[in-house]
């Protein structure tokens, strides 16, 4: 069974500093990795896809790695602001009972201090 | 990219009573999926919503609890049938294209069960 762990659950850092968000999985055999930010009390909003071919997605302040023979992947966020704070998921999508599936870790908590 | 609404974003009921939520998205989709959310907690896979079929329900979930509908490409419902206080979360609906396609997440429906 897939199992997706964060770390940490929770990082308060102050405006400006650059940080990484760390996610590890269980099983290699991965579609993708998605990683998404929820604000409290929110939906999801996408932050990056990385297919299991690929090792790096970057958009904006954000570079999403992944390695998948660890089953590791990591969020970058450069140059961090107040507005980043919230909570960000990292989900996997894999096969299991018959159908695909997005598999999610429980989240790390960020706060970014002005 | 898919925009997806849900109805009600929120609503408190009395014990025994049963919701209904609505999730419609702008485009056609392949794939639909309802996520349950509890307090403090991380996301968990409810059921695939199959177009003209029967839905596809995850370990731990029943139909007779979680009915949903799926009667097109655009629209799902999820009914939280004869509920108790443990009932409460937030109730996300999910959509997907292919399996290598971004997974899109609905604002959710946020349940208070009294």
């Known amino acids: 069974k897939q199992e997706v762990t964060q770390i940490p659950a929770a990082l308060s850092v102050p405006e400006g500093e650059n940080l990484v968000l760390n996610c590890s999985f269980t099983d290699s055999a991965i579609y993708n990795l998605q990683w998404f930010r929820q604000d409290p009390g929110k939906g999801l909003t996408s932050l990056l896809l990385i297919q299991s071919s690929q090792r790096e997605q970057t958009s904006g302040r954000l570079n999403a790695s992944l390695d998948k023979s660890s089953g590791r992947s990591t969020l970058y966020i450069a140059a961090s602001q107040p507005g980043d704070s919230a909570t960000y998921l990292c989900a996997v999508r894999h096969f299991q009972g018959g159908s695909e599936k997005l598999v999610f870790g429980k989240g790390t908590k960020l706060t970014v201090n002005p | ?114």
């Open chain 2, 1 to 114: 990219s898919a925009v997806i609404s849900q109805k009600p974003s929120r609503d408190i009921c009395q014990r025994g009573t049963s919701l209904t939520i609505q999730c419609q998205v702008d485009s056609q989709v392949t794939m639909m999926f309802w996520y349950r959310q509890q307090p403090g907690q991380s996301l968990t896979l409810i059921a695939t919503a199959n177009q003209g079929s029967e839905a596809t329900y995850e370990s731990g979930f029943v139909i007779d609890k979680f009915p949903i509908s799926r009667p097109n490409l655009t629209f799902s419902t999820l009914t939280v049938s004869n509920m108790s206080p443990e009932d409460s979360s937030i109730y996300l609906c999910s959509v997907s294209g292919r399996v290598s396609d971004t997974q899109y997440f609905g604002p959710g429906t946020r349940l208070t069960v009294l």
